[in-house]
């Protein structure tokens, strides 16, 4: 890995442990400013603040390509910074509301990390780069939860927010020493692409409508299945812990696999259709059974296809992009994704509320099985040729040829 990389790795790092370990205790924070555990309020505040960065992403986006991905970058880190300050000294429940929209509006790292490295990394090894920021927010995803279950039996959670709004000031201060992107990158990135394309094939690339409808199908195929893990698994595993392991044993063989296997399987759609039938033999078997050998196999195998999800869909979305429009492409897929998390936990509670609480498997079977023709379009009818990635600073036309 080369030091930009590294530097936006810890970046991205320090800002996902801060936001993916506090949501588990948000509950306890609510109940301490006086809302009832029960209250429906719970629920819309746990999903406002990702509606939120989900609504907002394609506008910072925007705003990245007209005034640098790095200075989205710091923005999004220091604005998680100033939020979490904010929740940390909150005294009401109307104010803590509007910490939490600022996180929301103010959010969108991946997103801001995404578009700052694919200006400033060679586009042939893009994908595996995005395979590296999801890796920094598995690992996020792994480690905050229990971290912070520590910090709590010392701090009180609320002003544990205060200490945790440190960790991204130092990634927006550590931010300031990344190189800016410029046109010189978007250049760097053209001879890149024509040289590929004078020794190979064409670089291609798929309609933004098609690659996103990809992400949602699979984040809502994965997202589907989280939140109501505890209450499915508890029937058949009664340690706890046990059941919190097993919750994050996917991610663990995600962390696995990727330094494993992260330059191999090079062709995204067969990474794609692997995924695809892996997240849904996984979900059929969790659907269907809930014994602790059962689930064990099934999570392992549900980890396989998260992996194969990521590195197929990074792999498409590396040639998908074009390097001018680098913010609005990842704010665009980050935005995506939110939503679809947003619409699988609504899915989630109405078919628990009205099946059982098994359903939600089933659902991830079938969003998973439904992507395959979509993977399969594009890879038949989706992809053209690339026009040249600089055609927005000069009056190059693009390259048509096959």
């Known amino acids: 890995m080369n030091r930009v990389l590294i530097a936006v790795l810890v970046c991205h790092f320090l800002a996902a442990f801060t936001v993916l370990g506090m949501p588990l205790y948000l509950p306890v924070l609510f109940t301490d400013m006086g809302l009832p555990q029960s209250s429906p309020w719970v629920g819309f505040v746990f999903a406002w603040p990702t509606l939120l960065t989900a609504l907002s992403g394609p506008l910072w986006g925007k705003a990245a390509d007209r005034f640098g991905r790095r200075f989205s970058l710091i923005r999004a880190l220091a604005g998680l910074s100033i939020a979490f300050v904010w929740v940390g ?10 910490a939490l929209s600022l996180q929301g509006l103010m959010g969108g790292t991946l997103a801001a990390a995404n578009s700052y490295l694919a200006t400033t990394v060679p586009r042939e090894t893009l994908s595996n780069t995005l395979n590296w920021t999801q890796f920094s927010a598995r690992m996020a995803l792994v480690t905050a939860p229990l971290a912070l279950a520590v910090g709590i039996q010392y701090i009180k959670l609320q002003h544990l927010y205060i200490v945790l709004a440190t960790l991204p000031m130092l990634g927006a201060l550590y931010a300031c020493t990344l190189p800016k992107d410029s046109k010189l990158s978007h250049s760097s990135t053209t001879s890149s692409d024509t040289t590929q394309r004078k ?55 995600y962390l696995l696999l990727q330094p494993l296997l992260e330059k191999r399987m090079p062709h995204w759609a067969f990474n794609c259709h692997l995924s695809m039938l892996a997240l849904a033999i996984a979900a059929c078997l969790q659907w269907q059974f809930n014994s602790g050998l059962a689930i ?15 590195h197929g869909t990074h792999q498409l979305v590396a040639r998908s992009f074009q390097a001018a429009r680098a913010g609005t492409w990842f704010g665009s897929l980050d935005s995506v994704g939110k939503l679809a998390g947003v619409a699988a936990g609504i899915a989630a509670g109405v078919a628990v509320s009205h099946i059982n609480l098994a359903s939600p498997f089933l659902i991830s079977a079938v969003a998973s099985l439904a992507a395959m023709p979509l993977v399969h379009h594009i890879q038949k009818t989706g992809s053209r040729p690339c026009p040249h990635l600089n055609n927005e600073f000069s009056n190059t036309k693009p390259n048509t040829t096959a």
């Open 199 to 253: 020794t190979s094939a064409p670089v291609q690339y798929a309609s933004a409508f098609a690659v996103c409808s990809l992400q949602a199908l699979f984040c809502f195929a994965m997202v589907v299945t989280f939140p109501y893990f505890l209450p499915y698994a508890a029937p058949g595993i009664s340690n706890t812990t046990a059941i919190a392991l097993l919750y994050v044993l996917p991610h663990l063989v």
């Open 89 to 98: 000294i909150s005294s009401s429940l109307p104010e803590l509301l509007m």
């Open 296 to 310: 064990v196999a099934a999570r392992v195998l549900f980890g396989v296809g998260i992996w194969l999800g990521y």
